[in-house]
Structure formats: C-alpha cells, structure tokens
C-alpha cells in the first residue's frame, strides 16, 4: 500500500504543479505578450482568470457546508 500512496501522492503533486504553472503563466505573464502572438491560442480568455476560481471557490464552499451540515445532523441522530 506505500507504493501506492506514493504513486497517487507523487500524481497529485505534479497535476498541482501543472495547474499552478499553467495559471501563473496565464495569468502573470501572458499579458505581457502582444495579442496577435501565438501562444495566446493555448490560452483561455484573461476574465475566466478570475471566473474559474471563483465558481471553484463557491463550489468548495458549498461541498464543505453540505459535509458539514450532514455531519451534524447524523450526531444529533445519535444522541437522541
């Protein structure tokens, strides 16, 4: 099972950077660029640069505040 952890660790880690190294460029370094250049092709439109992550960071929100709200409702089922 280490072996494993590792593995799914180690897929973990470079999809993170992956993601981290798309956005930073996208986002930090790409405007420097002329419009008319051709690595503009590889990238999304500069307002779902700040679209994305805020969908994402709502999505999260909502995810944990279910987990959380079911998880206190299934306590209270146990005391009573």
């Given at each position: 099972?280490?072996?494993a952890?590792?593995?799914?660790?180690?897929?973990?880690?470079?999809?993170s950077l992956?993601?981290?190294?798309?956005?930073?460029?996208?986002?930090?370094?790409?405007p420097f660029?002329?419009?008319?250049?051709f690595?503009?092709?590889?990238?999304?439109?500069?307002?779902?640069?700040?679209l994305?992550?805020?969908?994402?960071?709502?999505?999260?929100?909502?995810?944990?505040?279910?987990?959380i709200?079911?998880v206190?409702?299934?306590s209270k089922?146990?005391?009573?």
């Amino acid at each position: 099972m280490e072996l494993a952890d590792k593995a799914v660790g180690l897929l973990l880690s470079s999809i993170s950077l992956s993601i981290f190294t798309y956005y930073t460029f996208w986002v930090i370094i790409l405007p420097f660029f002329d419009s008319e250049h051709f690595v503009h092709k590889y990238f999304l439109p500069q307002e779902y640069a700040i679209l994305i992550p805020v969908c994402a960071g709502v999505t999260l929100v909502c995810f944990i505040s279910v987990f959380i709200g079911y998880v206190m409702l299934k306590s209270k089922k146990k005391k009573a």
